[in-house]
């Protein structure tokens, strides 16, 4: 066999095994046992802590915007984010309270949960992707697994939550660590992020507490 031919057969191994490596869809039953060994390890295991690399594409934007930052969450509810570059934020929420601070402008914005109803549904949404708490009820999902791990389909049920997103795509180790999300907004707004890093480790109380700064302009957005 000459080197073409044998260049041609390694070829054909490679295409081969990337074809039986494909994703294999879960049947709705498999995919249910895999939502409820997710919540079994929230259970036993509630923190996540990672830091992670995002990128936004907007209609409204000539450039995708690329942010860095580090992500402590604490199932079901509590959670902070700190966005490092290229515009510092920090997004804290204790499950009561949720505060936003933006450094560069001594700003603090501040959510009371349990007040608007589509406030509190929009963040048990959106984090549905780290606690898998409400999974099944605001999303239809599609669930499928290969050899590094698992990839969960998400469309919204609600309407109200169909205006806010249209698809979240979510990677998993066979671990059931998350490495990345892919969310489809309206408009055709992309937001994908890649954890990295990720670890299940016990996080203090503390760092789910949040003080505004002295001298920090503090306003409610949705009212006291």
Not at 86 to 108: E, R
Not at 131 to 144: C, K, T
Not at 152 to 168: G, H, Q, W, Y
Request: with cysteine; net charge negative.
């Amino acid at each position: 066999m000459d080197l073409r031919r044998i260049a041609l057969a390694l070829l054909l191994c490679l295409l081969t095994g990337r074809l039986l490596a494909a994703p294999q869809e879960l049947s709705p039953a498999e995919g249910a046992t895999l939502l409820q060994q997710l919540r079994d390890v929230h259970l036993k295991q509630p923190d996540f802590q990672a830091t992670f690399t995002q990128q936004r594409n907007s209609h409204l934007l000539n450039k995708p915007v690329v942010s860095e930052g580090s992500i402590d969450f604490s199932a079901p509810d509590k959670f902070r984010q700190e966005v490092r570059t290229p515009s510092p934020s920090t997004t804290v929420c204790d499950g009561h309270t949720m505060w936003i601070y933006y450094p560069a402008f001594n700003d603090v914005e501040i959510y009371t949960l349990g007040q608007r109803s589509f406030f509190d549904e929009s963040v048990q949404a959106l984090t549905a992707g780290l606690n898998f708490e409400h999974i099944d009820e605001y999303y239809n999902f599609r669930a499928f697994k290969d050899a590094g791990g698992y990839r969960l389909e998400l469309t919204p049920k609600k309407p109200a939550l169909r205006r806010m997103v249209d698809e979240i795509i979510l990677e998993l180790s066979a671990d059931f660590l998350p490495l990345r999300t892919d969310i489809t907004l309206p408009k055709g707004d992309h937001l994908s992020t890649d954890y990295h890093n990720g670890r299940r480790t016990p996080l203090p109380a503390s760092l789910f507490e949040f003080t505004p700064p002295a001298g920090a302009e503090i306003t409610h957005p949705l009212g006291k």
